[in-house]
C-alpha cells in the first residue's frame, strides 16, 4: 500500500528534533512566569519577617497581663481576652472613654485627610496655570515644607500661636477685625488646640498631595482639554468630565495613605497638647499613655490591635476600589 508524505514514518532522530523544542519552550516559559516571583521573594520575605515578628509579639502580648512586676520578674501571665474587654467596655481612671476618642480620632481623621485632599487639589491645578518661575519658586517652597522634621514644625507652631510672643495673635490684633488677641492662648481647650494642629499636618501634607495630582495633570493629554473647549466646554466641565476621571485612582491613592497617616498621628498630637486638656486625647496617645506612663503593657497592645482593626475597616471600601480598578486596567 503506497503511503502519502504526510502519512510516511519519520525518522527516530527527526522526531526527536520535533519534541525536544516543545519542551524546551515549556521549561523555558515557566522560568519566565517564575522569575518575577524570585525577583521579589527577598523583599517578600524581609517585609514577612520584619512586618510579621512584631505583630506576632504584639498580639500575644495584648492576652497577657503585662505590667511593670511581669516585665521585671519575667512572668507570664495570659488572660485571654480580659484585655480587650477592658478597652470596649472599661474605662481606666484618669483617661477619657473608649468610644470617645475613637469617635474623636475619626473625626479628627475625616477633617484632615478631607482639607488635605481639597486643598492639594487646588494647589496642583494652580501649579498647571502658573508661569514656569513662579512654579519652581513654589515647588521648591512645598519641598522645604515637605522636607521640615515633624518636631521642627511642632516647635514652629507653637511659637506661631504662643500665647505672648506668637505672631498669629499679633496679627489677628493688628487687624482689629476679630478684637484684642493678645494673651489669647490657643492650647487652653481641645477645639483650639485641634486646630493649630490641624493647621501643621495639613501645612506638611499639601505638598507631597499637590506634586502627585500635578503629576497626573501632566500626563493628561492636552487634546482631550482643547477639543472640550473646541465644543464648548467651560473649565468647570472639563475638570468633572476629563480632569478629575484622569488623577481618580491617583487621588483615591492619596486618599488610602493620607487616612492611614492622620489615623493614627501621635507626635504633633502629643507634643503639643502636653499642657492642654485630655480632651485631645486620640487613639495613638492613648494606647501611649496606658503603656508608658500607666506602665500597663498588655492593655496598650489590645488597644493597639483594635486601633489597627478600626483602621483595617475604615480602609475596606478603599481596597475593593483600588482592587477593581485594577482588575478593569
Given amino acids: ?52 515578628i ?17 516585665l521585671l520578674n519575667n512572668v507570664t501571665t495570659w488572660v485571654g481576652l480580659d484585655n480587650y474587654y477592658q478597652v470596649l467596655f472599661q474605662t481606666p481612671a484618669g483617661l477619657p472613654d473608649f468610644v470617645t476618642v475613637v469617635i474623636r480620632t475619626t473625626v479628627f481623621m475625616i477633617v484632615n485627610v478631607t482639607l488635605t485632599i481639597t486643598l492639594g487639589t487646588l494647589v496642583a ?23 521640615m522634621p515633624v518636631v521642627t514644625g511642632v516647635v514652629l507652631f507653637q511659637w506661631l500661636f504662643d500665647s505672648k510672643l506668637g505672631v498669629v495673635n499679633w496679627a489677628i490684633s493688628s487687624t482689629g477685625i476679630f478684637g484684642d488677641y493678645l494673651n489669647h492662648s490657643w492650647f487652653a481647650t481641645g477645639l483650639t488646640t485641634f486646630t493649630v494642629i490641624t493647621l501643621l499636618i495639613v501645612w506638611q501634607a499639601i505638598p507631597f498631595v499637590a506634586l502627585s ?5 501632566l500626563s493628561i493629554p492636552r487634546d482631550l482639554s482643547e477639543a472640550a473647549r473646541v465644543d464648548g466646554g467651560n473649565e468647570r466641565q472639563i475638570f468633572r468630565h476629563i480632569t478629575l476621571p484622569s488623577v481618580a485612582p491617583l ?13 493614627k498621628v501621635f507626635t504633633q498630637i502629643y507634643a503639643m497638647s502636653l499642657n492642654a486638656p485630655d480632651n485631645t486625647m486620640t487613639l495613638s496617645v492613648y494606647a501611649y499613655v496606658i503603656g508608658i506612663s500607666d506602665q500597663q503593657y498588655g492593655y496598650a497592645a489590645a488597644a493597639s490591635v483594635v ?12 481596597i475593593r476600589r483600588m482592587i477593581s480598578s485594577l482588575e478593569d486596567q
Fill in 54 to 70: 512584631p505583630l506576632v509579639v504584639l498580639f500575644a502580648t495584648s492576652m497577657q497581663k503585662f505590667g511593670l512586676f511581669e
Fill in 213 to 217: 495630582i500635578y503629576a497626573g495633570l
Fill in 307 to 318: 486601633m489597627m482593626l478600626l483602621l483595617l475597616f475604615a480602609l475596606v471600601p478603599y
Fill in 251 to 263: 487621588m483615591l491613592m492619596l486618599i488610602f495613605l493620607s487616612v492611614i497617616w492622620d489615623f
Fill in 125 to 147: 491645578l494652580l501649579l498647571e496655570k502658573l508661569n514656569k518661575w513662579v512654579r519652581l519658586i513654589l515647588t521648591g517652597t512645598m519641598i522645604l515644607a515637605w522636607a
Fill in 1 to 52: 500500500m503506497t503511503r502519502t508524505p504526510e502519512e510516511a514514518p519519520k525518522p527516530q532522530g527527526a522526531a526527536r528534533l520535533y519534541v525536544a523544542p516543545s519542551r524546551y519552550r515549556t521549561r523555558k516559559t515557566i522560568l519566565n512566569d517564575a522569575l518575577p516571583y524570585l525577583a521579589i521573594s527577598p523583599t517578600v520575605v524581609t517585609f514577612a519577617v520584619l512586618l510579621g
